[in-house]
Each structure stands twice: as C-alpha cells, then as structure tokens.
C-alpha cells in the first residue's frame, strides 16, 4: 500500500559539454556534403529501374517478331522483299528500297521504327545457306551488312559497367551502416576511441560542484600537463593513471573532462565496453591502437570510462580460460607499464565497482591514485542546483538552500534532473518562472514516484490508506532522532497508494543503534495503524517489512549489534563459479547452521519486540491518529505545519517511548 521513502545514499552524470569531436579509427567513409548532400536511398533504385525500362520501350520492344528462313526466302523469292539488312543476330528484310542511317540501327536489331514509313519488315534468325545470296541477287535485292560497334559499347555498359556500378552502390550502403552502428568487420581492430582537440574542451573546474576535494586531487595532472618540466627537473614523476571512483551520477566523467579542458590538451574517451568484440583478439588489438595514436599526440589523456568492463579481476578464473576480456585486461597493463611517466601521457579511469578490479590494475605503476567522488554534501548540492539552474527563470520566492537542505542523498544527475523537472512542471502549468512549489513537485517526484490522478481507490481501500500513511507519520513524530514528516499524502504515486515523505534536516555519516531501531518503528507504524482499525493485515505493508527486515539482519550480521555475537561480522562474502570471472559473484555464509538460525530468530526477536513497542505507542495516541486519517481522508495531502499542528507538539518530540529490543 505504501512505501516511506526518503533519499538515503543509494540514490542515482551532468552532462558534458565540449567542441567537436573527431572520430579515429575505422574506414573514413565519404562525407556526404562533399556530393552536395548526396546519399544513397532507395529513391536511387526506384529512378535507375525507371530509366531501363524506358530504354527497353524505346529501343526493344517495337522490334518485329522473327519468321521461318524459309518463309523469309519466299518473300525474297516472290519480290516482296526489296532489301535485306544482314547482321550476326538477325537477318531483317524491308519492302522498300529507301535505307535509314546506319546510326540509327539499334544494338539488337533493327526497329520499324527506323524506316521512313510504315512498311512491313521481315525478320529472322541467320542461317548459313550460299543459296539466299544467289536468291537475291537473281530477284535484284539489296542487300548490306551492318557494323556492331555500337552493340558492342552497349553490351559492354548493360554487361559490365552497370552491374559493378550497382554493387558498387550497395557495398557503399552496407558500409555506412555498419559504420554507423560500429561493426565495420574491416576495421574490428582499431582503436572506436572518440578523441577532442586541443582548446575544443569547454568543460573547467568551475562547471564541476560538489567534488572540492576530488578537484584538489587532480589539480597536479593539470600542473603537470601544463608545467611538465617543473617536475622532471627535480626528479618528479607524475602518476600513470589516476581511478575516480564513485557511486553513479556523481560526476566522475565530468570531472575528467575538466581535467582535460583545464590542461588544454587532445583527450581520448571510450568505454570499457567499446573494447570487448565478438572476435577474438579485437579488445587488445583495440588498446594497442589507442596508445599507439595517444603517444603520438602526446600531451594527452586517456579517459576509460566503466572500467570494470574489461578490469575484473582474473583470481577467481579457476577453469583456467583465457577469454576475450582476459586479454584485453592483460594488453591494458603491459601497455601502462610500456610508457615513461614524463611523458605526459596520462590515464584516467573512472568505475563505481572498485571491489571486482583486478589487483594488478591498482598497484603502483598502472594506478597510482584512487580519487573518491562521493555524493555531495549540503553545501556541495547548493552548488550544484545553482549551475544547473543558471539557465533556468526562477521566481524570487525560490530558496535554493531549503531545495539542498531536503535532497540530502541526491547525487549531481538527481539534482540536475530535478532542475530540469521542475521547469518542465512550470511549464505544464503555463507559468513563464520557476516557483518553490515546482522544485517541491519535483522532488516528491524523484522519491515517491509520478502522481496517478486517475487511480481511483474504494472507500475501505482509501480509509485503510490513510490510516498506514498516519502511522507512519506519527511514529516519526514520536521516535528521537527520526526525521521529520515534510509531507503526507494518500493520493497514489508509483506503485504505492499513498507515502510519507521524510527528509532530514542535515547529512548524516553514521547512525547509531537506537536511530536503527527507530526506523524500524517508523517502518512499523504503516502496518499496526491497519491492523487497529481494520482487525487483519494486508498486503499494503509487504515493502515495510522487507526493509524492516534488512534492518535487523544487518544489525546482527554487519553491525554485530547482538546480544550473542557483539562486536563480531557475520558478512556473507561473494565467490564467482568457476569458469567465468565475469559472472556476478554469489553470495555464501561463513558461519555454521546453528549460527543461521540464531540469526533468523533474533531477526523475528527484534521485529516482534518492535511492533509490540509501536502498538502501545499508537494505542496511547489512538485520538491523535484517528484525527490525522479523517484530514488525510478529507484532504487527501498534509504538509508539515498541517500535521504539526495536529499533533499539538512540534515534530520529533516523543510523547512515549517505545519498547527497548
């Protein structure tokens, strides 16, 4: 029925800008503006077929049909026939002596169309009888033989010129689509690395917020790349290959691209996935032409974006296979160790899975540095929503400091995304600024999912709604520590039919025992609100329970916040099958069965002392939660002041203190 989210850390790249880029690598196909904007179409195909038919209509299918040589010689014979055309294909014979031009003589045979007038015209198939010369000359028949220099052109062009032409056209058409999609077999081995020009990177360290120290870490690449000798000169060498790790969207390919428009040199990207092909060999042959192209325009910098692609370790490769990936991984390190450190070739990498690289890739030499590019803090998220907003009209009452303040979690992507969310929400509204509830709007829909306005809920299903989403409420208005109710709502969103939306007033980095256990009652409150009013329990609180617990599973497993194993991590560790280190790894436990059922008990322990704890508090309070469901059910959304003021006491204020686990 209802989810409580909040955006903890596991939330979701700033788009980069830059000059042109210019491919490398592959067969350079024509420019289609070079032919005046040309290209191959079928429209090509349809006009070509339109063309030979019109010749085949001009110049063959007048032609007279053939006769037998015998009934030709009797119109010889009888004086019908006044004059005879003799060529190698057909022997045409013409009922008037007048002769049309030899250049007007088809390539197969004479047309009626030739003659001056419309007279009957005998043709037929050539046979070797001495008696027809005789024949005619005896009957005073004109007769001449016909030169096939013209024939001979045309069967050259229909033979040869236009069948190479046409195959011609279409290996051109084939190429450009493979080319287009990347699978030109002709070119497998070089190097699909897209490379931008000296100066033509717009991207500086200004554009990037959020990231202070990781730009601090990386302020020597772009010293080096410009002052190289200030570090030779004392015996200094810059690192090989500097690894920026990160959760996803935080702005790892940003950050490089700054470093390379910071150094104002050419800058190399591709994916670790460009480098993996059907074939094999093509990955290594693929990172040899991308360092071999890399050293000659030396200063320069490699990007390897997603690294994992081609990095994973090679430990658990135990069936001993030397696979496509493998080799490329290995070509990769030979050649990080096959360049000299001054001379300003520098790599950088970037992955959120450092734990599944291969240890030869972070060892000294190949990547010296791991740069951490986390998620933004509050003053880092301000930053960030002010860039992407420069562009965007904001009305005067917006407070970009109270949007910071409750995206605590958001990664860059997520903060840009709700800047653009939120000016296209103003837009769908027919509003010319940006307002405060815009950028609300937005947020409540990167948590909690699209509004479903047309989802209509039954009075029972609505009424049982609005109570889970008030227990949640109240139980984060009366554990310590929870944070605050921002908004509540019973109108469907996603796939839950209602949600409370909790955000924190300030960044948190640790999280004790009791504030683990307090979201357990919050979790909680969805399902005892139910079964209060309802008697029974539905199917409306299956996301609370799962992640109420996962909660206590990790307490007693990760957190060793047990009464039987304090202080000791119960982790289950990951191992791959054999044969395939690319597989994702699968998870197994390294404690006995008796530990497991401990566990398992002690989880059911936890959540039933808890949900005891929560059902006294809500039964304390029962005025209070029945109040807070008939405004859901009258207003359908409270915001924080409304539930505030229904509660009678400021949010976060305990009233009752729930069973201690």
């Known amino acids: 029925m209802s989810d409580t989210p909040s955006p903890g850390p596991d939330k979701k790249k700033p788009k980069n800008s830059g000059g042109p880029q210019f491919p490398f690598g592959g067969p350079k196909l024509p420019d289609p503006k070079k032919f005046g904007g040309w290209r191959f179409s079928i429209v090509y195909i349809i006009i070509l077929v339109i063309g030979m038919s019109l010749f085949n209509y001009v110049f063959l299918n007048k032609v007279n049909p053939t006769v037998d040589f015998s009934e030709f010689k009797n119109k010889i014979a009888s004086g019908e026939i006044k004059r005879v055309e003799l060529t190698d294909a057909y022997f045409t014979g013409y009922t008037t002596l007048q002769r049309t031009p030899p250049a007007s003589t088809p390539a197969f045979g004479r047309s009626s169309r030739g003659a001056a007038s419309a007279e009957p015209v005998y043709r037929t198939v050539p046979i070797n009888d001495p008696e027809l010369i005789k024949m005619m000359d005896e009957q005073h028949v004109s007769y001449y033989a016909v030169s096939r220099e013209g024939s001979t052109i045309l069967n050259l062009i229909f033979s040869w010129v236009?069948?190479?032409?046409?195959?011609?056209?279409?290996?051109?058409?084939?190429?450009?689509?493979?080319?287009?999609?990347?699978?030109?077999?002709?070119?497998?081995?070089?190097?699909?690395?897209?490379i931008v020009a000296e100066g033509d990177i717009a991207t500086r360290f200004p554009d990037v917020a959020g990231v202070d120290e990781a730009k601090d870490e990386l302020v020597e690449v772009v010293d080096f790349l410009k002052n190289p000798k200030k570090y030779t000169d004392i015996g200094g060498k810059i690192p090989k290959g500097v690894l920026l790790v990160g959760p996803p969207g935080t702005g790892k390919t940003?950050?490089?691209?700054?470093?390379a428009g910071e150094a104002e040199v050419p800058f190399f990207r591709m994916s670790g996935a460009d480098f993996v092909e059907m074939f094999v060999g093509v990955g290594a042959a693929r990172v040899r032409d991308l360092f071999k192209q890399a050293r000659e325009k030396a200063p320069c910098i490699i990007f390897i974006d997603e690294l994992d692609a081609i990095g994973k370790s090679r430990i658990n490769n135990i069936g001993g296979g030397n696979d496509e990936r493998e080799q490329t991984l290995n070509q990769l390190l030979v050649e990080m160790d096959g360049f000299d450190a001054t001379s300003g070739l520098i790599i950088l990498a970037a992955t959120n899975r450092p734990d599944v690289l291969d240890p030869a890739l972070l060892r000294p030499g190949r990547f010296d540095r791991q740069v951490l590019v986390d998620r933004p803090d509050l003053k880092g998220r301000e930053a960030i929503i002010r860039i992407h907003s420069k562009t965007?009209?904001?009305?005067?009452?917006?407070?970009?400091?109270?949007?910071?303040?409750?995206?605590s979690g958001f990664s860059g992507a997520d903060l840009a995304n709700i800047v653009n969310e939120a000016a296209l929400l103003a837009v769908r509204a027919g509003r010319k600024v940006v307002e405060q509830r815009d950028f609300n709007e937005a947020i409540e829909k990167t948590v909690a999912g699209l509004q479903k306005k047309t989802r209509v809920l039954k009075p029972a299903e609505r009424k049982l709604t609005a109570y889970h989403e008030a227990g949640h409420a109240l139980m984060a208005a009366f554990t310590p520590g929870s944070d605050p109710v921002q908004k509540i709502s019973i109108i469907p969103r996603g796939y839950a039919l209602g949600y409370t939306l909790q955000m924190p007033i300030e960044d948190r980095y640790t999280i004790t025992q009791s504030d683990l256990l307090g979201r357990i009652d919050v979790l909680l409150g969805g399902r005892v609100a139910e079964a209060m009013v309802s008697g029974e329990f539905s199917t409306g609180a299956g996301n609370d329970l799962t992640k109420a617990t996962d909660i206590a599973r990790k307490m007693i497993t990760d957190y060793g916040m047990s009464d039987r194993f304090k202080n000791v991590a119960l982790t289950s560790r990951g191992m791959r099958m054999p044969g395939d280190a690319?597989?994702?790894?699968?998870?197994?436990?390294?404690?006995?069965?008796?530990?497991?059922?401990?566990?398992?008990?002690?989880?059911?322990?936890?959540?039933?002392?808890?949900?005891?704890?929560?059902?006294?508090?809500?039964?304390?309070?029962?005025?209070?939660?029945?109040?807070?469901?008939?405004?859901?059910l009258e207003k359908e959304t409270l915001d924080e002041k409304e539930f505030k003021a229904l509660v009678g006491k400021a949010a976060g204020t305990p009233q009752a203190s729930p069973v201690e686990s």
């Not at 032409?165 to 058409?173: L, V």
């Not at 436990?589 to 008990?601: F, G, H, N, V």
């Open 254 to 259: 940003l950050l490089a691209r700054a470093v």
């Open 582 to 632: 690319a597989q994702e790894p699968m998870f197994h436990r390294e404690y006995s069965e008796a530990t497991q059922q401990y566990i398992d008990e002690e989880i059911a322990n936890i959540v039933e002392k808890r949900y005891a704890g929560v059902t006294e508090m809500l039964g304390r309070n029962r005025a209070v939660l029945d109040t807070v469901a008939d405004q859901l």
């Open 162 to 194: 236009l069948p190479i032409a046409f195959f011609f056209f279409i290996w051109r058409f084939l190429m450009k689509r493979l080319g287009s999609m990347g699978g030109n077999v002709l070119s497998v081995g070089n190097s699909r690395a897209v």
């Open 392 to 407: 965007v009209k904001l009305g005067d009452e917006v407070d970009l400091e109270a949007i910071a303040r409750v995206t």
